[in-house]
């Protein structure tokens, strides 16, 4: 999975390097990325443990109410993903997966050289980007909330024993 994640990473990073120039090391990183994307979403419904989405994907009421203690600075702290952590997985999937969709399509036949097409690609870019500084941010400021260092624990796969008042 941290295999997975990283490889994400370096494919968004390099399709993003590249998007003045929408050749095929744009396209290539692309289809990487949606690959990988593709991937992890098959492990979000089928795998198990802290990686399946029913273990992290939590309601509207809970998230909303988790986005309450965030506020009030009282956050539980989860072992896998919060409730935030969790949407957010969703939204960055789904944009991936969007931008994969509309760069696929605009290489196709029917909707090549559409600029409503482009356009939506390109926002999609800046969504994207937008949501990775919402993720990198939420990350930065849960790793203090919490006194742990989540980019470590991303990296190794181990992160501190529950404490009393975790959810798991």
């Known amino acids: ?33 949606l690959a990988a994307a593709v991937v992890r979403s098959a492990i979000g419904l089928a795998g198990g443990g802290y990686a399946r989405f029913g273990q992290f994907v939590r309601s509207r009421a809970d998230t909303l109410g988790y986005a309450r203690q965030v506020l009030r600075g009282n956050a539980p702290r989860y072992i896998g993903h919060n409730p935030l952590g969790g949407w957010m997985v969703l939204a960055l999937l789904g944009c991936i997966g969007l931008l994969g969709a509309s760069g696929w399509l605009y290489t196709t036949d029917l909707f090549w050289g559409y600029g409503w097409l482009a356009w939506l690609h390109a926002a999609l870019g800046w969504t994207l980007l937008a949501l990775v500084a919402l993720h990198v941010g939420g990350v930065v400021f849960t790793s203090i909330a919490h006194r742990e260092n989540l ?18």
């Open 1 to 33: 999975m941290r295999l997975l994640h990283l490889g994400l990473i370096a494919s968004v990073i390099v399709a993003w390097a590249f998007r003045e120039d929408l050749g095929p090391v744009h396209e290539v990183a692309g289809y990487v990325a």
């Open 151 to 168: 980019v470590k624990a991303m990296l190794t796969g181990r992160k501190a024993p529950p404490r009393p008042g975790d959810v798991g």
